[in-house]
Structures are given as C-alpha cells and as structure tokens.
C-alpha cells in the first residue's frame, strides 16, 4: 500500500497539534473538562492569538520568545511537537503495509505513549487511565492483526507478567538496599502494558534503551550542573520512547 504525501503531511500537522494540547492539558489539568479557556502566555498571562498557537512554526518564527513581553518560552513546546509530528507519519509509513483499522489502532496506540512520555518529562507522572487504554487498544490490536491466536496471546501476557514484576522486583531491591524509591509505582505498570503491546521477547531491549537514556540522561544533568545522582528521573518517558524505538525496528526489520 503506497502512502500518499497528503497523508504524511496530515499526519504531522495532526501529530504537531496533539502535541500542543496534550502540553496545555498536562500544564493545566483543569482543562481536561473544559477546553473553552483561552490560551495564554505562562510569563505575562496575555490571551495569545490564533498566530502565537501554530505548532512549531509559531515559536520558531517568534525565535522561541513570547511575541508580547518576549520572555523565553519553554522549549519544550517545540521539542514535543516536533516528536509526536514525526512519530505519526512513520508508525503510519512503517506499517503501510497493514490494513487501515490496523494502522489506525497502531497510531492510537503511539499517541497514548506520546502522551505518557510528555506527561512524565513534565510531572514525573504515569496516568493509569491512559495506561489502561493502552492496553485495551492493544487487546484490540491483537484481536485484529492475529486473529485472537492463543499462542500470541500467551506471549503477551508473559509480556505483561513479566513486564510488571522485573521493575516492581528491581525497584523493592533498591528500596531494601537504598531505603528509598527507586522509580516511581507506575513504571512497572506501564512496563507490564508495553509488554503485551511488543511481547515478552522485546522487554530486554525496551529495558535496555530505556537504561541507555536515563543513564546518559543523567550524566547531561550532572555535567552541567543541573541534578545530581539521587535526583528522579522520568523513567516512564525513557520506557515509552524504548517501546517506540523496538516497534519501528521490529515492523522495519522483523
């Protein structure tokens, strides 16, 4: 199946804006029920115009100020936007070759993991609801791709099993030892979902990259003085980037 442009380009914008209200959403979670206030500067608090709103383009043409009081804007805004306006277009891409109800749940699925990592890079949070979807989109997904075939789904649930119980074993290790927390309760959740997403022979690797980038993560904060080595890392975003990383592979590769 050959994947237009039009569509890319559909996606990215789709994936740029998601990006954008997941950001507005997570700063302001009052607007999870109402998404009728008006978007505001977070310096100056003055009503930004439908032109200070265009994804990316907006801050790059303001040079990633505020067009009114030109106080730095949060860079996160633009990373994140550019991640999920690049992330729709190549699951959709890599996975031309499935049926659309199947690439529509694969990108539902990402956007769910989108906006785990965005959450936990800006709160240190995992939100159960979103996880819980996660998971149910991917019960959906195995229904659909391998036509509920029970040796798959026994893979998954080991995924599951062991997902969740390797980092809740690691982190009450740690605990005993260190006397405290050593990630936070919803990483061996997420990691157990993301198990039955990828199943049970992809854990290793999630983990892997996951580790690789929290280390190097952390050793960027302690060179320029910004953390140190019992400061908290967002784990569940490493987690959910280490889940996209091994999908792309595995459907590329696989």
């Known amino acids: 199946m050959t994947v237009s442009t039009l569509t890319l380009i559909i996606l990215l914008i789709i994936g740029a ?3 954008s209200l997941f950001l507005c959403i997570i700063n302001d979670p009052s607007k999870v029920f109402s998404l009728k206030g008006r978007s505001q500067c977070d310096h100056c ?10 994804p990316i383009i907006s801050y790059l043409c303001q040079k990633g100020q505020c067009s009114y009081c030109r106080k730095n ?29 199947i690439q529509i749940i694969l ?3 990402i956007i ?6 965005l959450l936990d890079w800006q709160k240190m949070l995992i939100s159960m609801p979103v996880v819980a979807l996660l998971l149910i989109l991917s019960i959906v997904l195995w229904g659909i791709e391998d036509n509920f075939s029970k040796s798959i789904l026994l893979l998954k649930f080991l995924g599951l099993f062991f997902g969740f119980f390797s980092l809740w074993t690691i ?15 919803g990483d061996p959740i997420l990691f157990g979902a993301l198990g039955f997403f990828l199943n049970i022979e992809f854990l290793f690797f999630i983990l892997t990259i996951s580790a690789l980038c929290g280390a190097i993560y952390g050793i960027i904060l302690i ?11 967002p784990f569940g975003s490493f987690l959910g980037l280490g889940a996209i990383t091994i999908f792309c592979i595995k ?3 696989l």
Not at 223 to 228: L, P, R, T, V
Request: with cysteine; charged share 20%.
């Open 251 to 253: 459907t590329l590769y």
């Open 171 to 185: 982190n009450k290790i740690y605990t005993f030892i260190r006397k405290r927390e050593g990630i936070g309760e």
């Open 45 to 54: 608090k003055k009503i930004l115009g439908i032109f200070n709103l265009i």
């Open 17 to 19: 804006s998601l990006a």
């Open 223 to 233: 060179k320029y003085k910004k953390g140190s080595l019992s400061d908290p890392i």
């Open 73 to 101: 804007l949060n860079i996160n805004y633009l990373i994140s936007e550019i991640f999920m306006a690049l992330c729709l277009p190549l699951i959709w891409w890599i996975s031309s070759h499935q049926s659309v109800e």
């Open 107 to 109: 990108s539902l699925i």
């Open 112 to 117: 769910c993991i989108c906006y785990i990592i």
